[in-house]
C-alpha cells in the first residue's frame, strides 16, 4: 500500500501537492473522510515539513468552504452531508456563543463536520476560522509526523494500524460525553435557549445570516 502511494505520488508531479491540498476540501464536505488520514498519507508522501507546510493550506481552505457555505445555505448543507439523526445529536452545540469555547470543541473533537456546524451560528466567521486553524492545526502536524516517520513500510503500517484501533473505538465512545461536557460550559442564559430555530432562519431567503437563536423567552428577561 505504502509503495503503491509513492508511486501515485511520483506519477502525479508537480500535480501531487494540489491533490493533497484538494483532499482537504474533499475531508470538509465529506465527513466520512477522516483528516488525519490526509495528514498521515501526506506526510508519508511529502515527508514531514511539506506535509505539515502543505496540509495548512488544505486544512484552511476546507474550513474556509465549509463555514462560507454553512453561513450562506443553513442547515440544508449540513442536512446532505449526515443523517438526520446524526445532526439532531449535534445540533444543541449551536448554541455555544464564544468562539472561545468552540476552539475547545474544534481541538478536542476535530472534526470537519463541527466546523461546518458552527458556521450555522451569528458569530463571525473570521474568528471561528482562526480558531478552527489554531484548534486543529496540532493534529496536522501529529498526523503528518505520524505518516513521515510510521507509514514507511506496509509492516509498520499495520502493527499501527492495530494499535490504533482501541484508541478510535475509545474515542467514538467518549464523543458523546465530551460532546455534553461542553455543553454544561454553556452560559446560563444560552441553555435555555431551543436548538431549534424558526424556519425563516435556516436558509439564505431570510435575507439574514443564518443565526439559529430562538427570541429569548419571558425567563432571560
Partial sequence: ?????????????????????????????????????VGALG?????????????????????????????KIGRPILRLLVRRDALEEWEELIGIRSVALW?????????????????????????????AMIARTPWLVASAWFGSAVLV???????????????????????????RWLMALRPERARRKAPEPPASTLGPESGHEADVSP???????
Fill in 1 to 37: 500500500m505504502t509503495e503503491a502511494l509513492s508511486h501515485f505520488i511520483n506519477d502525479a508531479g508537480w500535480l501531487a501537492p494540489l491533490y493533497y491540498v484538494a483532499s482537504f476540501l474533499a475531508t470538509a464536505l465529506l465527513p466520512f473522510i477522516p483528516t488525519p488520514l
Fill in 103 to 131: 476552539g475547545v470543541v474544534f481541538f478536542l473533537l476535530n472534526l470537519d463536520f463541527v466546523v461546518l456546524l458552527s458556521g450555522l451560528t451569528s458569530l463571525p466567521l473570521a474568528e471561528l476560522w482562526v480558531a
Fill in 153 to 179: 513500510s506496509d509492516t509498520l503500517m499495520w502493527v499501527a494500524l492495530v494499535l490504533l484501533v482501541p484508541l478510535l473505538v475509545l474515542l467514538n465512545r467518549l464523543r458523546p460525553r465530551i460532546r
Fill in 43 to 71: 506526510g508519508k508522501a511529502f515527508g514531514f515539513l511539506a506535509a505539515v507546510a502543505y496540509g495548512i493550506i488544505g486544512l484552511g481552505l476546507g474550513a474556509l468552504v465549509g463555514l462560507l457555505l454553512a453561513r
Fill in 215 to 221: 427570541e429569548p423567552s419571558s425567563r432571560d428577561s
